[in-house]
């Protein structure tokens, strides 16, 4: 993994971050006219726009390149956009069918995982997607969080960034059914609280239908297969065999994952992160 600035006059706002099949860039609106200078921006793929009033919006550019197709969104730079994020295949192969998958999977998550304002008027674009086109596009993305968040320190979703989190990890705990867990890792208490339910007969078999037959993922945290970033790095926790959690979420991600699964199992709990 290696990360790449380009530079003007000192300014180093645009950077560039790859591995060996995938790219991410983050830039200021300010910049947006040096990536005239960047190869990679003539390329197909994803983009999120941010604005500085906790707006998103997610698009796709296939067909042209991303430049041209974020320059489109005149109405959406009214919009107080300060920064663009943008990725995609270094080898340039992004299918109409994957763009459509992977934007509604982002406006998707977006709106299940932070309190962010989506200027998406839709949910996204719906294309027929053959089994291995879908896998490919979700291993992308999966590369894609794995590049921003462990080398360019961003969470997508986590809508706290900016504020000053009140709470200090020493004070992570979840109350339920008269117990409570506690732990310094939202993370290990995420695993904590499903390993607790699974080891409850009230909640065992109907906490296993959630997971899906396939690897666990940001969006189906409970999967039958493990998932592993091209990194190499797990994004997975196995509680036992066959079953696996996802645990790749922000500290928001996890928090709002608990409450989903205790939700699903009408269970009522008390969280407070």
């Known amino acids: 993994m290696r990360s790449i600035s380009i530079a003007e006059s000192g300014n180093d706002s645009i950077s560039v971050y790859e591995n060996a099949a995938n790219f991410v860039t983050l830039l200021n609106y300010e910049d947006f ?102 896998l490919s596009a979700e291993e992308f993305l999966d590369s894609v969080f794995d590049i921003l968040y462990n080398v360019a320190n961003i969470d997508l979703f986590d809508d706290s960034q900016e504020v000053i989190d009140e709470i200090s990890d020493k004070d992570l705990f979840v109350n339920f059914d008269g117990k409570q867990l506690v732990d310094s890792s939202a993370r290990n208490l995420q695993v904590k609280f499903i390993e607790s339910l699974l080891s409850n007969e009230k909640y065992n078999t109907k906490l296993r239908n959630l997971a899906v037959i396939d690897k666990a993922t940001a969006k189906n945290n409970l999967g039958t297969k493990e998932n592993v970033f091209p990194s190499g790095q797990l994004a997975t926790k196995q509680l036992e065999p066959n079953l696996y959690l996802y645990v790749n979420l922000s500290k928001k991600g996890t928090s709002t994952a608990i409450k989903k699964i205790a939700n699903w199992l009408d269970l009522a709990i008390q969280i407070n992160f």
């Open 33 to 134: 006219a040096k990536l005239n200078k960047l190869k990679l921006a003539k390329q197909p793929g994803i983009y999120i726009l941010i604005g500085n009033n906790k707006t998103r919006y997610v698009g796709q550019a296939v067909g042209q390149s991303l430049k041209m197709r974020i320059l489109q969104h005149k109405e959406i730079w009214m919009e107080n956009i300060t920064k663009v994020i943008f990725f995609g295949r270094k080898n340039e192969e992004f299918s109409k069918d994957q763009a459509d998958l992977l934007e509604a999977n982002l406006i998707s998550l977006y709106k299940e995982n932070s309190s962010f304002i989506i200027l998406n008027k839709t949910n996204g674009n719906s294309s027929p997607i053959g089994l291995n086109a879908q």
